[in-house]
């Protein structure tokens, strides 16, 4: 398995501008998770999703942001309008939820997100 | 609620002496505990897990860890550092109903050559 896939990898735009992150999960897995890391504020939960439904998006810091998830191999991570302080890494992560699920999460490689 | 601490954020120790990592849990329940391991530029990477059973659980690259219920931890630890452990290191728990981690704030761990 290729993993989850992340993409763009890097990302560098300017105050204003829609970024869209992308997200392919581990295929089978039903569960899958949006993280912020910053230095300032470590690693953040946005939002996840469970067969596809938001579960919990307590974590999305505002309505500039949005996540979707069309279907169970694909997720947006949306910020419109940018600001600076959005700059961060941005982590996907998938993890199966079956009954014997432990909870362990495989993430991608990160989309490192730098707003000017 | 669940939660989880790591009360260092710096760890340095010279290459082929011990390392301890520290971690200590708060949970509802019985808990599921992790260790992930993130090198520069990269993501999380599981190092290990405690689900059940016995309570020194082994994992990747010759790292363990130890549950221990009275003291609600779980250090990480390796007999032999090397400088290529150097890494960011994350405990997190999830325990009962809970659905998702809680992951601490990290270790950064520097190993001294």
């Known amino acids: 398995d290729a993993g989850v896939i992340q993409s763009p990898r890097h990302e560098v735009t300017e105050m204003g501008q829609e970024v869209t992150l992308r997200c392919k999960p581990i295929?089978?897995?039903?569960?899958l998770f949006w993280y912020r890391q910053t230095m300032m504020r470590g690693l953040e939960l946005l939002i996840y999703?469970?067969?596809?439904?938001?579960?919990?998006d307590s974590g999305m810091p505002e309505d500039r942001f949005s996540a979707k998830m069309p279907n169970a191999s694909f997720s947006t991570l949306k910020i419109q309008p940018s600001e600076p302080r959005d700059s961060a890494v941005y982590f996907c992560?998938?993890?199966?939820?079956?009954?014997?699920?432990?909870?362990?999460?495989?993430f991608g490689e990160g989309s490192r997100l730098t707003v000017l | 609620a669940q939660s989880v601490a790591q009360p260092e954020d710096q760890v340095n120790v010279a290459e082929g002496n011990p390392l301890t990592v520290k971690c200590t849990y708060s949970v509802s329940g019985n808990p599921y505990l992790f260790w992930y391991v993130q090198y520069p530029n990269r993501g999380l990477q599981f190092l290990l897990k405690y689900i059940t059973g016995d309570n020194l659980v082994k994992g990747s690259y010759g790292f363990e860890a130890e549950f221990n219920k009275s003291q609600t931890s779980f250090h990480l630890k390796k007999p032999s550092a090397l400088v290529s452990d150097s890494a960011l290191y994350f405990c997190a728990v999830v325990s009962g109903s809970a659905r998702q981690l809680t992951f601490g704030s990290g270790t950064q761990l520097t190993v001294l050559p």
């Open positions: 999703f469970n067969n596809n439904v938001p579960i919990d």
């Open positions: 295929s089978g897995h039903n569960s």
């Open positions: 992560a998938s993890s199966s939820s079956g009954r014997d699920n432990t909870g362990e999460l495989f």
